[in-house]
């Protein structure tokens, strides 16, 4: 068994668990945070994403024990008592997300881009969801509420919601 | 971080209480106490409102529940032993090693299923197959252990001894009569469509001129990003709970009544929130496996597919052939239309005869045609089985008809958008079952779409050069 | 060097089952706060199916979407459903909710008639009051009369229903007869750039107007029509499961199956084709499958007008479309990209 | 995933004590990224009795310029490679292979080292490091070791690393810094994509004769290993830089090419894209080397 102890969204937490034991199952089996997915456990699909010392990673190809000493953010650290995270409001306010599977790790790969980017452009948004699939949306109302928050976070307007219809 | 490296000792069952007990409580997790409920879902009229969902937030939190986030105190976790042959008869399966693993609390094979069959219309599936294995998917034993590990290793020590067979993969030959059935002794042919409408051979007799075209299609899988997961628990009244990522819980519980022969007062299926459908969680799959599991170790068990068994053991989109032969006035109206289109369904009925009636009745497209002829045929082949997947059909045939109209248009000349104007459908047009149609706006949707796109007449086939 | 085309496809696709009954139950309950719960035997697979029914239920009632809470997908508190497939929940199962909450606002009626001294038949529900037609300003909130139902008159304002389209049986010989109750139509136009040294296909842009009778909430059809879009782009380009000659699968994983990532998805333009059905609740049909249905012959189109190439399996991959190039070169060799005329994949026969 | 032992080292040197300590009594893997290692182990029905993490091994992150060239430690990953300021400007090519491999999640974990050591022939690092003939260090109980990428690989998934062999370091060596050299990959999408064909084509500039000088061409996934399109190589070299001569030399490494037929593409389909990606990755190396030219940088071999 291995003991690792860790930052878990700001909190410090401890386990022993089996070597083999990836940070996915750790904080899923052992810390009861389940916001982050298994959707492939092998690094395609991007649904375990979260962010180890500010790095988003697939949380399933890494072990518990590559872990130890780090800190880790999952989306159930990034709202607080207070509010949403833009992200969080932008994702509800835009319907950018359906069966909502993939939400968590695309949530957080987008918070590690806008941390280091503060205003993407749309490539740089498709970029930086590229591990992240998605099934049911298409992406479109994801990159519109991430190029949204980034508004958010500049301090500037969001801008105006494409609508289906033309007036003819 | 110690700088000494750990030593430590092999991992032992025995000596791994953690896994036995449930995990530590959750923690706090923090989100906004005050709800701000967003304008859309506030307004009247609520028809026409941009409305939020209402699992919006949650999703976005990370706190929407799906199965396998649920946890309930001293679960068993199961795996299936899938057959990795497309074709065979069972000689043996010894499960003697597995159930002597440290940590396997239970083991069933398809002998230990009350009635080990079913289906959406042809009950022709084995919950586990006992005797024959239809393809590389079919699960032949299920292992309940205290841990996913070791009910993935117990899995590995399941032997089974298998006679191979020759596989049937390819609808065309599996058609023909003498091809050797899947489901011996019936032919392979289990489903057969027909729409006749006028005279076809007058009309392409009358034709100025008629175009053949043969397309073929795909097999394709879903990918719901949550893959199938199932948690069932037996209570003491004889009662099982099934949670389940269905999408049809009326159809999932006569499935689940009917395979493990009980009433159906007895069972209750919740699907939670499904991460995901697209028509491959509209039938039962592990479930019934999972509530005798359950029923046989007095723990709830559940069971998470991998990824690789939800592309092998879950259904997917009918592959087609499509041939079509189509007869045009010199102006270009639609004289008379042939269809003949072959499914394959793969090794188990699953949703093929909805499969093929849809695709039967759309194949001729959104256009007037005065002379049809219709045929569709549904094969079994030993490859994996086909369903329900978002279209029914109709995607393959639209594939078909629509290429098969700008060859056409192309051939004589036309513009893609005017030839599809001149056959169209309108309102009170008669379908080729002779229904008449209302509120049928073909015509409108391409004329908005052309204004929006900027269309405009007919290409040349040679593109137009773009930098590289 | 890279050849722009445009391709175009339009289909038409069914509401409901084929003729088989496929009906749903809905049942009701106003509270006494004049919010509702609506208890359906569905399930949420991603769609926002909950979300559409609540706004039905809700334009029935007069309130307003976040005044209905929906239970579903239990067999022991949720009335039966045929479920979530074939593009139904919407038109069959809104039908259902809309005819429950009718119910359950009939009985409202009855408890305000006398209230405001008028017959049943002269109140109508909007904003969450309850009012006489033609007299918005002699009206109650519809709480209070929630509330005088339960504990003054007794009458717990709760209604159930159901619906199943109507069809007739087809003719085993012919066909012929209603297999549905009615059909959704969509035209989707691609663009696309097709590389002619290595086939590379990558769609620019598509455009899709898509019919669903009346959009209950036009950003949820946006979503099903973006989400469809992305389906059909994999389907058109990608997406394959193989097999070995022993007919076990060659990729059943997410490396070597190949579906579009966000890098792989075109500018999708979503249109909604105003229309009413007056057989869909307040004229709704539906929208979840047909989405992805033109878009892989839009694209095939829109390969064929860049290149001249007819792709008649799918899907297109890289290869194909060269391979395809190829022979295309090899017989007409002086006269590459030359008009087209029976180099697609229909041959033509002239009588 | 199989039950093994796990060890996780400080350094290099204690890594390779590790290994020393290990391999001598069972299967040991080495931990970098584990980006391939833990996606194998996931399916491996026989794993290894030992890990050995070297993800903490500081010693092996480093990106810096020597007097023998640039060195690039084994641990660096995909994603300091793309903001390396170095490295984005000597290298471009470089910095394009690291942003075609995976996505950001598996750059972020991912290292130069591991894409290396696993020795998948379509690895998007090879064949850059070819044709910029990188060496690599190895560290091994008796010490050190140098030996040229070209010898590393041995076949699919093999390398000369013995058990308690590590490698420790890329070198690209100084006579080839800013060299320039464009990368080209061909994959079944845009996003998490695996090459079918991937090449980098290098060659410096005679600017008197507008010739080829020592051009060098790394070809990845039509062979057992990354290759060398050697006899390309020779055609170009000394001749006018020319489109026709880009585009023969295209064709002429397709004989250097032994691809296999697979699921994702046919061996012809792929010596195809071969001749095509080989005279677009020369094209781009010229229009490289006419920009660095023309901001007075290196174009040119350093006297």
């Not at chain 1, 401890?14 to 996915?24: G, Q, Y």
């Amino acid at each position: 068994m291995v003991n690792v102890t860790l930052k878990v969204n700001g909190e410090t937490r401890s386990a022993t668990v089996p070597p083999e034991t990836t940070l996915l199952r750790l904080l899923r089996d052992q810390f009861n945070l389940t916001g982050a997915k298994l959707g492939c456990d092998v690094g395609d699909c991007g649904a375990c994403t979260v962010i180890v010392d500010g790095k988003p990673v697939n949380s399933c190809l890494m072990l518990a024990g590559q872990a130890d000493g780090r800190e880790v953010l999952t989306i159930e650290g990034l709202a607080n008592a207070d509010h949403l995270h833009p992200l969080q409001k932008l994702f509800e306010h835009f319907g950018s997300l359906q069966c909502g599977f993939c939400g968590p790790g695309v949530i957080m790969s987008a918070k590690a881009l806008l941390d280091e980017n503060p205003n993407p452009s749309a490539q740089e948004i498709r970029d930086a969801l590229g591990g992240n699939l998605c099934r049911c949306t298409g992406y479109a109302k994801m990159i519109e509420a991430i190029k949204g928050a980034s508004c958010i976070l500049r301090g500037e307007e969001i801008p105006a919601v494409k609508s289906a219809f033309v007036t003819e | 971080m110690p700088d000494k490296p750990r030593v430590i000792e092999k991992p032992d069952v025995l000596e791994k209480p953690d896994i036995l007990k449930p995990p530590a409580p959750a923690p706090l997790v923090t989100f906004p106490v005050e709800v701000v409920v967003p304008e859309g879902r506030q307004q009247t009229p609520a028809v026409g409102q941009r409305a939020t969902r209402a699992d919006a937030r949650l999703h976005g939190l990370g706190q929407t529940k799906y199965i396998d986030d649920m946890y309930f105190p001293n679960m068993l976790f199961a795996k299936i032993k899938r057959a990795g042959i497309a074709s065979a008869r069972i000689k043996s399966i010894d499960t003697k090693e597995a159930e002597a693993m440290p940590g396997v609390i239970a083991v069933i094979t398809g002998r230990d299923i009350p009635c080990n069959s079913f289906g959406p219309s042809l009950k022709d599936q084995p919950v586990l197959a006992s005797e024959r294995v239809f393809h590389a998917g079919d699960g032949v034993a299920a292992v309940a252990a205290v841990s996913e590990q070791i009910a993935a290793e117990a899995i590995e020590k399941i032997k089974v001894e298998y006679e191979p067979l020759t596989p049937v993969l390819d609808p065309l030959e599996s058609l023909k009569l003498e091809t050797p059935g899947v489901h011996a002794p019936s032919a392979n042919i289990y489903g057969h469509k027909l729409i006749k409408k006028g005279d076809v051979e007058k009309a392409f007799a009358e034709s100025y001129r008629v175009f053949e075209g043969t397309f073929r299609t795909q097999m394709v899988e879903h990918v719901p990003l949550e893959p199938y997961a199932c948690i069932a628990q037996w209570d003491a009244n004889g009662r099982v709970t099934v949670y389940s990522t269905l999408g049809r819980i009326t159809l999932g519980r006569a499935d689940v009544a009917r395979t493990l022969g009980i009433p159906m007062s007895r069972i209750r299926i919740i699907a939670t929130v499904v991460g995901g459908n697209f028509g491959g969680k509209n039938e039962i799959r592990a479930e019934p496996v999972m509530a005798l599991l359950s029923k046989k170790t007095g723990r709830p068990v559940k069971c998470v597919y991998t990824r690789s068994e939800e592309f092998t053991a879950s259904t997917t989109r009918h592959p087609l052939v499509m041939d079509y032969k189509t007869g045009v006035s010199k102006q270009g109206k639609i004289l008379g239309r042939k269809i003949r289109l072959v499914l394959d369904g793969g090794a188990y009925c699953s949703w093929s005869e909805t499969t093929l009636g849809k695709a039967c009745i759309l194949s001729a497209g959104p256009y007037n045609i005065d002379n049809l002829y219709a045929e569709a045929f549904v094969v079994y082949t030993n490859k994996t089985m086909t369903g329900a997947m978002r279209g029914f059909g109709a995607p393959q045939v639209c594939f078909a008809y629509e290429s098969h109209m700008d060859d056409i248009a192309h051939a004589l000349g036309l513009d893609p958008l005017e030839f599809r104007l001149m056959n169209a459908f309108e309102e009170g047009s008669i379908s080729p079952t002779g229904q008449k149609l209302h509120s049928v706006v073909v015509k409108e949707s391409l004329l908005r779409a052309a204004k929006r796109f900027g269309w405009n007449g007919l290409g040349d086939g040679n593109g137009t050069g773009v930098k590289a | 060097m890279k050849r722009r085309g445009r391709g175009m496809a339009c289909m038409w696709y069914p509401i409901g089952f084929t003729v088989a009954a496929n009906p749903s139950a809905a049942v009701v309950k106003v509270n006494e706060d004049g919010t509702a719960t609506l208890l359906t035997g569905t399930v949420e697979t991603g769609q926002g199916s909950l979300t559409i029914l609540a706004q039905i239920v809700a334009q029935e009632l007069g309130i307003a979407t976040d005044d209905v809470h929906v239970v579903s997908a239990d067999t022991d508190a949720t009335p039966m459903d045929t479920g979530a497939i074939a593009s139904r929940t919407t038109y069959v199962t809104g039908n259902a909710a809309r005819i429950a909450a009718e119910k359950a606002k009939e009985t409202l009626f009855e408890v305000a008639a006398p209230l405001m001294a008028v017959k049943p038949s002269q109140l109508e529900a909007a904003d969450h009051k309850i009012f006489v037609k033609g007299f918005p300003q002699r009206n109650m909130h519809i709480g209070d009369v929630a509330n005088h139902a339960r504990v003054v008159s007794g009458q717990p304002p709760i209604g159930s229903g159901y619906f199943n389209p109507e069809t007739l049986a087809l003719d085993p010989e012919t066909g012929q007869g209603k297999p549905f109750g009615t059909y959704v139509y969509a035209t989707q136009i691609a663009e696309v750039d097709v590389d002619d040294e290595t086939g590379e296909v990558e769609v620019v842009r598509i455009v899709a107007s898509h019919d669903c009778g009346t959009a209950i909430n036009p950003m949820l059809v946006e979503g099903q029509v973006e989400g469809g879009v992305s389906m059909g782009v994999g389907f058109a380009l990608e997406e394959e499961i193989l097999f070995d000659a022993n007919g076990r699968q060659l990729n059943p994983n997410l490396t070597n199956y190949i579906m579009p990532t966000s890098l792989d998805m075109p500018e999708v333009e979503v249109d909604i084709v105003d229309n009413y059905d007056p057989t869909g609740p307040f004229g709704a049909k539906g929208v979840g499958e047909p989405t992805l249905v033109p878009t892989a012959a839009a694209i095939c189109n829109a390969i064929y007008d860049a290149v001249g190439v007819r792709i008649t399996a799918l899907p297109a991959t890289s290869e194909k479309v060269f391979k395809a190039l190829q022979a295309k070169r090899e017989q007409q060799p002086k006269q590459i990209g030359a008009a087209p005329n029976g180099g697609g994949g229909s041959s033509a026969s002239v009588h | 995933m199989k039950a093994f032992e796990f060890f996780s080292a400080t350094n290099s040197n204690h890594a390779v004590a590790l290994l020393a300590q290990h391999a001598a009594n069972g299967k040991v893997k080495v931990l970098a990224g584990g980006t391939d290692l833990l996606a194998d182990l996931k399916f491996s029905v026989h794993g290894p009795d030992v890990v050995v993490d070297i993800s903490r091994a500081n010693d092996l992150k480093n990106i810096a310029v020597t007097d023998q060239g640039l060195s690039i430690g084994a641990l660096v990953t995909h994603t300091q490679i793309m903001r390396s300021p170095v490295i984005r400007d000597m290298f471009p090519a470089l910095v394009d292979a690291a942003h075609t491999i995976g996505a950001v999640q598996t750059r972020n974990l991912g290292t130069l080292g591991g894409n290396l050591v696993t020795a998948v022939p379509s690895m998007d690092s090879g064949p850059t490091l070819m044709a910029l003939e990188a060496i690599v260090t190895i560290a091994s109980p008796g010490g050190r070791r140098q030996v040229p990428l070209s010898e590393f690989f041995v076949g699919p998934r093999k390398t000369i690393l013995k058990p308690d062999e590590l490698l420790a370091e890329i070198i690209i060596p100084k006579q080839n810094l800013g060299k320039p050299t464009h990368f080209l990959k061909f994959g079944l999408r845009k996003g998490q994509a695996l090459a079918l064909v991937n090449v980098a084509g290098s060659f410096w500039v005679d600017w008197e004769k507008n010739t080829f000088v020592a051009p060098r061409i790394g070809l990845g996934a039509v062979a057992p290993k990354v290759i060398r399109a050697s006899q390309a190589e020779a055609f170009l070299e000394g001749r006018p830089i020319t489109p026709e001569n880009m585009a023969e030399a295209g064709r002429i490494a397709v004989n250097d090419a032994k691809p296999i037929s697979d699921f994702r593409a046919s061996a012809e389909y792929r010596r195809h894209l071969v001749a095509v990606l080989t005279k677009r990755a020369l094209e781009g190396a010229w229009a490289l080397a006419q920009k660095k030219r023309l901001e007075g940088s290196n174009g040119k071999r350093h006297a």
